[in-house]
């Protein structure tokens, strides 16, 4: 008889995939926001839920001047919603204070963009703030 070893998970992994002309979209709209911030909303493919295809721009979220340009009760509960994304005018994408109680409250994925907004400067966080890897696709 043969046993498998389990592995323990705290929590369910998911390989999260972005589709690269959607991360592109977040550095165009970023980069068109700049100095100002940019923020939206990240939209899964309807089959498995775990690709990113769409940015959702809320009103109001499009550019802001604080680090909470996301208001909690602005925020859709829709399942195809996985998380946010935003972008910081300067070269650190580590989340702020704000970002991260936005992070626990709300959605499983997180991206940030920073300055210059290209493929080198961004990042996703899980609903911790820990920084969680995501596959351009
Ligand atoms: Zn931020």
Same mark, same amino acid.
């Given at each position: 008889?043969?046993?498998?070893?389990?592995?323990?998970?705290?929590?369910?992994?998911?390989?999260?995939?972005?589709?690269?002309?959607?991360?592109?979209?977040?550095?165009?709209?970023?980069?068109?926001?700049?100095?100002?911030?940019?923020?939206?909303?990240?939209?899964?493919?309807?089959?498995?839920?775990?690709?990113?295809?769409?940015?959702?721009?809320?009103?109001?979220?499009?550019?802001?001047? $604080?680090?909470?340009?996301?208001?909690?009760?602005?925020?859709? #509960? &829709?399942? *195809?919603? @996985?998380?946010?994304?935003?972008?910081?005018?300067?070269?650190?994408?580590?989340?702020?204070?704000?970002?991260?109680?936005?992070?626990?409250?709300?959605?499983?994925?997180?991206?940030?963009?920073?300055?210059?907004?290209?493929?080198? $400067?961004?990042?996703?966080?899980?609903?911790?703030?820990?920084? #969680? &890897?995501? *596959?351009? @696709?």
């Amino acid at each position: 008889m043969t046993f498998f070893k389990k592995r323990k998970k705290p929590d369910k992994k998911v390989e999260w995939n972005i589709k690269k002309d959607t991360l592109n979209f977040i550095f165009e709209c970023a980069k068109s926001n700049y100095p100002k911030e940019f923020g939206g909303l990240l939209r899964v493919d309807s089959d498995e839920k775990t690709t990113i295809i769409e940015i959702v721009i809320l009103p109001g979220t499009i550019s802001g001047d $604080s680090h909470a340009i996301f208001q909690l009760h602005m925020l859709p #509960i &829709d399942f *195809s919603i @996985i998380g946010t994304c935003h972008s910081h005018p300067s070269l650190s994408f580590n989340p702020s204070d704000a970002d991260m109680f936005l992070f626990r409250k709300y959605g499983r994925v997180h991206i940030v963009v920073a300055y210059p907004f290209d493929n080198s $400067s961004w990042q996703a966080y899980n609903n911790n703030g820990e920084k #969680i &890897d995501i *596959s351009v @696709i």
